[in-house]
C-alpha cells in the first residue's frame, strides 16, 4: 500500500494505532480483538474503535478465524506493507513522516535490545544486517524501488499465508525447522546530499 495523502500519514501518527500494527505483525499477521487489548492494555472497545478505523483505511481487514480459531470474535489481518511516497511534500508532511520514522527506528532499537541479550551464536545465525550505499540514476533507482516492493508484496503473501492456515508461530529464536515467526525489516531507502544542501 503506498501513502500519498497526507491525512493518511497523519492519522497513523496515533500511537496506539502503530501498536495495534505491530502486535498483529507479531501475533502472525491476524489476530482477535481480544488479544490485542490485552497486548496493548487497552480495553477492548478502544481498540475495536481503532481497528476499525484502520480497516476503513485500508491498512487492515475484517477476516475470517483462521482454521480451528474462534468464529465469535472479530479478527483482523494485516493487508500489505505500507510504503510513503512524498512526491512534493510540503515540510508538515515531511515531520509527520519523519515522526513515523523515528517509531519505527524505536521499534528496530527496542528488537536490537532484545536480541543482543541472547547467545551469541544464536545472533550470528539468526540476525541479518544491512547496510550499503549504491550510486544509480533515477531509473535505476526507480526500478530498485520497484524491486523492493514486489519483494515485500511476495513475503507479505507467504506471512498471510501462514496466517491464514491458522499456523502456531513461534518466537523462540532456535525454534523448530518449517515453524514460522514473527520477524521485524526496516528499510529506509534515502538518497545522499550534501550537508550544506
Known amino acids: 500500500m503506498k501513502i500519498t495523502d497526507p491525512e493518511l500519514v497523519k492519522f497513523m501518527l496515533n500511537p496506539l494505532r502503530l501498536e495495534l500494527l505491530e502486535q498483529i505483525a507479531i501475533l502472525g499477521g491476524k489476530a482477535r480483538v481480544s488479544d490485542l487489548a490485552k497486548a496493548v492494555s487497552k480495553p477492548p472497545n478502544q481498540v475495536s474503535y481503532h481497528l476499525a478505523s484502520l480497516a476503513e ?11 480451528g480459531g474462534d468464529a ?5 489481518e494485516m493487508k500489505e ?4 511516497d512524498l512526491g512534493n511534500a510540503d515540510s508538515a508532511l515531511t515531520a509527520v513522516v519523519d515522526q513515523l520514522m523515528q517509531q519505527t527506528s524505536r521499534w528496530a532499537d527496542k528488537y536490537r535490545e532484545v536480541i543482543l541479550r541472547v547467545d551469541k551464536k544464536v545472533v550470528e545465525d539468526r540476525v541479518r544486517m544491512m547496510n550499503s550505499f549504491f550510486v544509480l540514476t533515477p531509473e535505476e533507482e526507480e526500478a530498485f524501488h520497484r524491486d523492493l516492493t514486489a ?6 503473501a507467504q506471512s498471510k499465508a501462514h496466517a491464514d492456515a491458522g499456523e502456531s508461530i513461534s518466537h523462540d529464536l532456535d525454534g523448530p525447522a518449517g515453524v514460522p515467526r514473527p520477524i521485524f525489516i526496516a528499510l529506509d531507502v534515502l538518497p545522499i546530499l ?3 544542501a
Open 57 to 67: 483505511r485500508g491498512f487492515i481487514a475484517r477476516t475470517n478465524p483462521p482454521h
Open 151 to 156: 519483494l515485500f508484496d511476495r513475503i507479505h
Open 194 to 196: 550534501d550537508d550544506d
Open 81 to 84: 506493507a505500507v510504503s510513503f
Open 72 to 76: 465469535r470474535e472479530t479478527w483482523y
